[in-house]
């Protein structure tokens, strides 16, 4: 697994070069298309991926997009706002519009389900699974990073962040990954965490949508182009996206393959 992270950053960053250099977009060959409406999807670190269709039915596919499983409970917490699917074997579903959390295993059946509204969190956007199958939600109301047990219990608790950064910081994803929590608001940035809730960094670059961090790097598509930032080394760099990525519903990349999804349906891309 750690070759293919190291893999990764070398192709991303080699395409970041060869890019920016020649002022040219990103070069993408169609692997797969499927066809349909959808309005999200998530693909995990197995290639898997998880389809979020107009009427709230969860479709796992596998790698060569056959149907590997389906979530059917569409009527009961309303519209699903996210999945969490860096765990293949616990799959978070969050209905925000209900604060709640539905958990579900590899093969998309029910195994638990948690009202954040019993331990207090009435409104949030980020919510994400932590590295020790405990949960992380961003309480919108008081500002505060929460860890969150399969039992609705919070176990910790960040400083407001109001207070801490003097604005209201509201972010839109939270993610827990190489040690560290990130979360990103699109008008203030980045800011990372340690896993007690004390700040560590900042970066202030905004306005990136489709957002990921992956060994140190974070990642974001803007108006013009892919961008990466490394937070070791403070080096940014560019790749001109090209139509296929920018005019898409959603984007996600792994190692050279990008997941596209537009109002035709979900593609998979190669890059040249």
Known sequence: ?????????????????????????????????????YKDFYADNFGNVF??????????????????????????????????????????????????IVILDRFLNVR??????????????????????????????????????????????????????????????????DGALYLYDTKKGWTIFDYYGAFKKRVDVTGWKDVSVNRNVLRGLDSCCLQNYNVATFAQQQVPAGAALLNAVKIQQQLNRFFVLNNQGLFLYSTK
């Not at 149907?67 to 969050?94: C, E, H, M, Q, W």
């Not at 699974?129 to 039992?151: A, C, H, R, T």
């Open 1 to 37: 697994m750690g070759r293919l992270v190291c893999l990764f950053v070398t192709c991303f960053i080699a395409l970041s070069v060869h890019a920016t250099g020649n002022d040219t977009a990103l070069q993408l060959v169609k692997e797969k298309h499927l066809p349909g409406n």
């Open 51 to 100: 389809l979020v269709s107009l009427n709230n039915q969860v479709k796992k596919l596998n790698q060569q997009f056959d149907s590997a499983g389906v979530f059917n409970d569409i009527r009961r917490y309303g519209d699903i706002y996210k999945l969490d699917v860096t765990n293949p074997l616990k799959i978070l579903v969050y209905y925000r519009d209900f604060t709640t």
């Open 112 to 177: 638990n389900t948690i009202d954040l509204r019993n331990a207090g969190i009435m409104q949030a956007k980020a919510v994400a699974q932590s590295y020790d199958n405990n949960y992380w939600v961003f309480d919108e109301l008081n500002g505060k990073i929460k860890k969150v047990d399969d039992n609705g219990t919070v176990l910790l608790e960040s400083p407001d962040l109001r207070i801490l950064f003097a604005y209201e910081y509201n972010p839109q994803y939270i993610t827990d990954t």
